[in-house]
């Protein structure tokens, strides 16, 4: 059985807390995985409303080191140090937004940092390359960026200045073969969604997907990517898509009319066993 709850999200059921972040819990195969850690303290308010407990967690695994992400980890790592991280070097470099003429800093914080150096080396694993936690369950690490429609969603830059844009190469998706096909957990898709699922694909051999759960950061698309990503999903073979944190709502509102599979935006306290 899998069992997957979305920790952290922009929306939260009733007495959740929510916030512009995203964490996944997920158990398959096995292992106790957090994907992602959200952005402050929901990540602890809402894992206690569902009974969750950091100490069973064997896996935490990093989408991308945006803040939002990487909120929760100082928290994770303070009550269990035995688990495994996985994570793109990248993910720790200084990185900003910029809007207006104006940069704003959106790399984790200096206490996220240090908690993940104090780690053992043997604790934390560098993403490379595709890597499988277990026969059924995997990360891409980095995703090939194949369609020409899709960028990392935002002016993203490794300096102040918006001299050096930051591809955010360290955004990676997790897999889990369900038997039923796959179940792919994406951060904030800052490849482009379309490129991680077709990387997905090619990692696993395997085309038919039971679920895409997470962030599509489509908030800031064209009119143009949008309707080539709706595209591209009706080509897949995907049961059901759960749009979550940075899609967008008017991005979900267009999929939700074009889409084929069944759709439906997530939010914290959401949960589904497989
Ligand atoms: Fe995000
Ligand atoms: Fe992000």
Same mark, same amino acid.
């Given at each position: 059985?899998?069992?997957?709850?979305?920790?952290?999200?922009?929306?939260?059921?009733?007495?959740?807390?929510?916030?512009? @972040?995203?964490?996944?819990?997920?158990?398959?195969? @096995?292992?106790?995985?957090?994907?992602?850690?959200?952005?402050?303290?929901?990540?602890?308010?809402?894992?206690?409303?569902?009974?969750?407990?950091?100490?069973?967690?064997?896996?935490?695994?990093?989408?991308? +080191?945006? =803040?939002?992400?990487?909120?929760?980890?100082?928290?994770? /790592?303070?009550?269990?140090?035995?688990? #495994?991280?996985?994570?793109?070097?990248?993910?720790?470099?200084?990185?900003?937004?910029? #809007?207006?003429?104006?940069?704003?800093?959106?790399?984790?914080?200096?206490?996220?940092?240090?908690?993940?150096?104090?780690?053992?080396?043997?604790?934390?694993?560098? /993403?490379?390359?595709?890597?499988?936690?277990?026969?059924?369950?995997?990360?891409?690490?980095?995703?090939?960026?194949?369609?020409?429609?899709?960028?990392?969603? @935002?002016?993203?830059?490794?300096?102040?200045?918006?001299? #050096?844009?930051?591809?955010?190469?360290?955004?990676?998706?997790?897999?889990?073969?369900?038997?039923?096909?796959?179940?792919?957990?994406?951060?904030?898709?800052?490849?482009?969604?379309?490129?991680?699922?077709?990387?997905?694909?090619?990692?696993?051999?395997?085309?038919?997907?039971?679920?895409?759960?997470?962030?599509?950061?489509?908030?800031?698309?064209?009119?143009?990517?949008?309707?080539?990503?709706?595209?591209? /999903?009706?080509?897949?073979?995907?049961?059901?898509?759960?749009?979550?944190?940075?899609?967008?709502?008017?991005?979900?509102?267009?999929?939700?009319?074009?889409?084929?599979?069944?759709?439906?935006? @997530? =939010?914290? +306290?959401?949960?589904?066993?497989?």
């Amino acid at each position: 059985m899998i069992r997957i709850a979305i920790v952290v999200d922009n929306k939260g059921a009733d007495g959740f807390a929510a916030e512009h @972040g995203f964490a996944l819990w997920l158990e398959a195969d @096995g292992r106790v995985i957090l994907f992602d850690t959200g952005n402050q303290d929901a990540l602890s308010i809402n894992a206690d409303k569902l009974n969750l407990d950091f100490t069973d967690l064997t896996d935490m695994v990093l989408s991308h +080191g945006h =803040y939002d992400h990487t909120g929760g980890i100082e928290a994770v /790592l303070q009550k269990t140090s035995t688990l #495994r991280v996985y994570l793109h070097q990248a993910a720790m470099q200084p990185r900003y937004s910029r #809007r207006d003429g104006d940069a704003r800093p959106v790399r984790m914080s200096a206490g996220a940092m240090k908690a993940l150096w104090d780690l053992k080396d043997e604790s934390i694993h560098w /993403l490379t390359r595709p890597y499988k936690i277990t026969d059924r369950i995997g990360i891409t690490g980095p995703i090939s960026r194949g369609t020409d429609y899709e960028d990392t969603g @935002g002016a993203f830059f490794y300096d102040p200045w918006g001299e #050096r844009p930051d591809p955010i190469e360290d955004d990676n998706a997790v897999w889990v073969h369900t038997g039923n096909g796959l179940v792919i957990c994406v951060g904030c898709s800052h490849a482009g969604i379309v490129n991680t699922i077709e990387t997905v694909i090619e990692v696993t051999g395997e085309t038919k997907i039971h679920t895409v759960i997470g962030g599509l950061h489509l908030l800031n698309a064209s009119q143009q990517r949008l309707e080539q990503t709706a595209q591209a /999903l009706n080509s897949f073979d995907i049961g059901q898509l759960i749009a979550c944190h940075c899609t967008g709502d008017e991005a979900f509102a267009y999929l939700e009319k074009r889409v084929n599979c069944k759709i439906m935006q @997530g =939010y914290a +306290g959401f949960s589904m066993m497989i």
